[in-house]
């Protein structure tokens, strides 16, 4: 029975440090996809976030972590956002 229970933790042991050495060495590569993907979804430009938002309103399937969807929503949403907004006419 001891040789089992050695066993076990051994084989524990071993999965966690390569699990912990992997999560190292690949961290960097890893932790700069996550943020920018996340900085992309959610812009600071408060043009970016209103099209995004539309987008999202408008199409029940769009996904703002894809960059191809984001592109046609900016191009979609982008210009007529701007030509309303220096519309005078379309002010109250």
Not at 32 to 59: F, T
């Amino acid at each position: 029975m001891p040789m089992n229970y050695f066993s076990m933790w051994g084989m524990l042991t071993l999965m966690a440090f390569g699990a912990i050495s992997g999560a190292l060495i690949h961290g960097n590569v890893i932790h700069g996809n996550v943020l920018g993907s996340i900085r992309a979804a959610y812009p600071a430009d408060p043009g970016q976030r209103y099209a995004l938002q539309q987008c999202g309103e408008m199409d029940a399937g769009f996904s703002r972590f894809s960059a191809g969807s984001r592109e046609a929503c900016y191009r979609a949403v982008l210009p007529a956002a701007a030509h309303a907004s220096s519309n005078p006419a379309a002010k109250w």
